[in-house]
Each structure stands twice: as C-alpha cells, then as structure tokens.
C-alpha cells in the first residue's frame, strides 16, 4: 500500500513566494502562476512538472514510479 502526498509546497523562483498547493493525484502540471508575483512558472529541463521542479514533494506519478511498489 502506498501513501502519495499530494500536498507540494511550492517556491517561486522569481520572487520566492512559497504556496501550499495540492497536487492531482495522476497528472503533471506543466504551468503554475505564482501567486506572489504572478510569473508563469514551467518545469526545468528534464522535470515533468512545476512540483518536481519547485515544490517540496515530487508529483504523485513520479512517487507511484519509484519501483518499490509490491502488491
Ligand atoms: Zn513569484
């Protein structure tokens, strides 16, 4: 039994505005509007969203990824 998080805390880097957000439990969020400064943030190379690029915790399908998971 797995247990994703699905509550990133996410940090701009323009501004460093820091916001709770929750994530979609099996989807990537590509653009996220800092509500700080209100620059449009998109993943870094290499990244498959705006919560593995900035936030605290990977997104959910990148943790379910992890290969760890036994039935
Ligand atoms: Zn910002």
Redesign the pocket.
Known sequence: MQTAQLTSTIR?P??G?EKKETMPADACVYFYD?A??G?RLSPKPGDCCVFCSYGTVKCPPKQSHCGCSHD
Request: glycine share 12%; hydrophobic share 10%; aromatic share 12%.
């Open positions: 701009c323009h501004c505005f800092c700080g400064c620059q």
